[in-house]
């Protein structure tokens, strides 16, 4: 934990002038307000009063006044900002105008659920795997974006004069130097697309690196003259975007309690109904882990994305895999697949949480693992005969499920719940209203 003289100095050191104090909306996107590094004494000791009521999902016009709250170990200086301007931001959390925490904020959601498991001294912790696209800028299209893939590479390929290698690299060691745990960094399956993976840690730390991630990629891009895209499924016909996280739960003294040294897969029975929970709530936690309409265009069958709820070990087609582990049981972890990078990490990893801890506390049992199949290859006969769900299809269909899953509803909270509705229906309600390029080339002609 840092205090406050702590933060001054190294601001100080830093040269830092200016503070960008963070926190997101309920869709994830991220906002701030800047302050000049003389201000921030008072902002560490008082916190910073702003206007809620534009901020999506925050407060309504008559009870606007919000108050921003420093989390002092989130100090991080932004590596691409000028020297002569040098930029460092916090995440912060919200407070209302009583002092209580607001409960619409993100970040409240999740500090909400995790303090169900900090009296049973259990540390949730996550380890992200966001993918992303660079692509080439195209002032002919309407916005200046066109998803033209910046470079021609594959699965883990490398060239030693590869441009996408060199910003990806930059791209690392901005998010090194920010203090993110950086593991590796890869071209992915689709061209243009990349991946970059850092330590898990515990689930709040992981989020707060989520957002870092995502806004260091696109910022390190624009420098080079690339757009950076977190779309779920910018390209039709190729693998789309996805955020698996490998998840398990240690014990204060480091123990990992997915861990059985005599089980199958090394897997503990806690872990099992750990998963179990996820496997049960999994409809309902689809509207915040894909939680746009191009979503659900990646959760299709032939691109490794997840369409059927099951587990397994070896299978990458199943919603949850167990990857192998070696035998001090550090690595015993349950990977969870259908998540992509334009969800909110905040309110995902909130929901995915709370499900699996209904899980644990129903002892729920889980069904037998999907190995050595194929799912993709079965006929809707073999799967209904051992009774294998789908996810959701479309954002409509995920946002039903949604309503009605009292267990993730409750994690998010009335609040967060009723504004990440409000503001999902506005956007399946727009799309399905939208006559598109596609409709247009199919049907103007034909009709």
Same mark, same amino acid.
């Given at each position: 934990?840092?205090?406050?003289?702590?933060?001054?100095?190294?601001?100080?050191?830093?040269?830092?002038?200016?503070?960008?104090?963070?926190?997101?909306?309920?869709?994830?996107?991220?906002?701030?307000?800047?302050?000049?590094?003389?201000?921030?004494?008072?902002?560490?000791?008082?916190?910073?009063?702003?206007?809620?009521?534009?901020?999506?999902?925050?407060?309504?016009?008559?009870?606007?006044?919000?108050?921003?709250?420093?989390?002092?170990?989130? $100090?991080?200086?932004?590596?691409?900002?000028?020297?002569?301007?040098?930029?460092?931001?916090?995440?912060?959390?919200?407070?209302?105008?009583?002092?209580?925490?607001?409960?619409?904020?993100?970040?409240?959601?999740?500090?909400?659920?995790?303090?169900?498991?900090?009296?049973?001294?259990?540390?949730?912790?996550?380890?992200?795997?966001?993918?992303?696209?660079?692509?080439?800028?195209?002032?002919?299209?309407?916005?200046?974006?066109?998803?033209?893939?910046?470079?021609?590479?594959? $699965?883990?390929?490398?060239?030693?004069?590869?441009?996408?290698?060199?910003?990806?690299?930059?791209?690392?060691?901005?998010?090194?130097?920010?203090?993110?745990?950086?593991?590796?960094?890869?071209?992915?399956?689709?061209?243009?697309?990349?991946?970059?993976? *850092?330590? *898990?840690?515990?689930?709040?730390?992981?989020?707060?690196?989520?957002?870092?991630?995502? $806004?260091?990629?696109?910022?390190?891009?624009?420098?080079?003259?690339?757009?950076?895209?977190?779309?779920?499924?910018?390209? *039709?016909?190729?693998?789309?975007?996805?955020?698996?996280?490998?998840?398990?739960?240690?014990?204060?003294?480091?123990?990992?309690?997915?861990?059985?040294?005599?089980?199958?897969?090394?897997?503990?029975?806690?872990?099992?109904?750990?998963?179990?929970?996820?496997?049960?709530?999994?409809?309902?936690?689809?509207?915040?882990?894909?939680? %746009?309409?191009?979503?659900?265009?990646?959760?299709?069958?032939?691109?490794?994305?997840?369409?059927?709820?099951?587990?397994?070990?070896?299978?990458?087609?199943?919603?949850?895999?167990?990857?192998?582990?070696?035998?001090?049981?550090?690595?015993?972890?349950?990977?969870?697949?259908?998540?992509?990078?334009?969800?909110?990490? $905040?309110?995902?990893?909130?929901?995915?949480?709370?499900?699996?801890?209904?899980?644990?506390?129903?002892?729920?049992?889980?069904?037998?693992?999907?190995?050595?199949?194929?799912?993709?290859?079965?006929?809707?006969?073999?799967?209904?005969?051992?009774?294998?769900?789908?996810?959701?299809?479309?954002?409509?269909?995920?946002?039903?499920?949604?309503?009605?899953?009292?267990?993730?509803?409750?994690?998010?909270?009335?609040?967060?719940?009723?504004?990440?509705?409000?503001?999902?229906?506005?956007?399946?309600?727009?799309?399905?209203?939208?006559?598109?390029?596609?409709?247009?080339?199919?049907?103007?002609? %034909?009709?």
């Amino acid at each position: 934990m840092s205090d406050n003289n702590e933060i001054l100095l190294r601001v100080q050191e830093d040269n830092v002038k200016f503070i960008a104090l963070q926190f997101t909306d309920v869709t994830g996107a991220v906002k701030s307000v800047d302050i000049p590094v003389s201000k921030l004494e008072d902002a560490l000791e008082e916190g910073v009063w702003f206007d809620g009521s534009s901020v999506e999902g925050f407060a309504r016009i008559q009870e606007s006044d919000m108050r921003l709250v420093i989390d002092p170990d989130t $100090y991080a200086v932004l590596p691409w900002s000028r020297e002569e301007i040098k930029r460092a931001r916090f995440f912060c959390d919200i407070h209302q105008m009583d002092g209580q925490p607001f409960q619409g904020n993100p970040r409240n959601v999740l500090k909400n659920v995790l303090a169900r498991i900090k009296d049973k001294g259990w540390i949730f912790n996550i380890g992200a795997e966001p993918e992303f696209f660079l692509f080439k800028q195209n002032g002919d299209s309407p916005n200046g974006i066109h998803p033209v893939p910046h470079d021609v590479g594959g $699965y883990f390929d490398f060239s030693a004069v590869d441009e996408a290698l060199r910003v990806r690299t930059e791209i690392m060691d901005a998010l090194s130097q920010m203090g993110l745990d950086i593991e590796m960094g890869h071209h992915e399956v689709a061209l243009g697309q990349h991946e970059i993976d *850092f330590r *898990f840690s515990d689930v709040l730390q992981a989020a707060d690196n989520v957002i870092t991630l995502k $806004y260091s990629v696109k910022a390190i891009a624009a420098k080079h003259g690339l757009v950076a895209s977190f779309m779920p499924k910018p390209i *039709f016909g190729i693998n789309g975007s996805g955020m698996h996280a490998h998840q398990s739960i240690f014990d204060q003294a480091g123990k990992n309690l997915f861990y059985d040294p005599d089980a199958e897969f090394l897997l503990s029975d806690f872990a099992k109904h750990f998963i179990a929970g996820q496997l049960n709530h999994a409809k309902g936690m689809s509207a915040v882990l894909s939680p %746009t309409v191009n979503s659900y265009k990646r959760l299709v069958p032939g691109y490794e994305a997840p369409v059927y709820i099951g587990w397994a070990q070896t299978n990458r087609s199943a919603l949850i895999r167990i990857p192998s582990a070696v035998k001090d049981g550090k690595a015993v972890r349950a990977e969870l697949r259908c998540p992509d990078p334009s969800s909110n990490p $905040y309110l995902a990893f909130a929901v995915m949480l709370a499900a699996a801890l209904d899980g644990l506390e129903k002892q729920m049992e889980c069904p037998a693992p999907l190995n050595n199949v194929n799912i993709y290859d079965l006929s809707p006969e073999e799967r209904a005969n051992i009774g294998l769900l789908e996810l959701p299809g479309s954002l409509a269909e995920a946002l039903q499920a949604l309503s009605g899953d009292n267990v993730v509803k409750e994690a998010l909270g009335p609040v967060a719940y009723e504004a990440f509705m409000r503001a999902k229906t506005v956007e399946w309600k727009t799309y399905i209203s939208t006559v598109t390029d596609w409709e247009v080339d199919r049907y103007l002609a %034909t009709a």
